[in-house]
């Protein structure tokens, strides 16, 4: 920066700049000075372009009463069903339910998952390890799980059904 406004100054002097040029060129070269570091410090550029929610994932004291309620009232479809856990399917959507972790029997929501667009498994990883966000895999290799900033679970997945098929 120095340099620049030193050579504005030097050919001000030398009768190649005009006053008015000079307090323009200065002027700018401010403001490039002043909007560098915000410009620094904004946010890297959008991530991915998430087409839908693939699946909420919930712990329940008795995964197989909030299976057969989900299957009665909304007509859901049961898939993958293995005496702890199963994948209740709603057209393009589904969630998961699972035996409870919690001590207190206590039903929670463990993670919600994410279907993005134009899904490249090396690609969403190197990203969500340039966030710092730490991924671990998936059910497969099309998705990933990862934390919010508050340290609920994220799993980003690259098709509609990739975890319960």
Known sequence: MKDIVAGMVNQFEAGKMSRRQLIEGLTIAATAAVASPAMAAAPAAKGFKA????????????????????VDLLGFEVKKDDGKQCYLICGDS??????????AGKTYIDHVCYTIANWDGKAVEAELKRRGLDPKPGANEFSFIVKDPNGFGVQIAGHPHCCEA
């Open 51 to 70: 087409t839908s929610i693939n699946h909420l994932s919930f712990g329940v004291p008795d995964y197989g009463k909030a299976r057969d309620f989900y």
């Open 94 to 103: 589904s969630i998961v339910a699972r035996k409870t972790q919690d001590p």
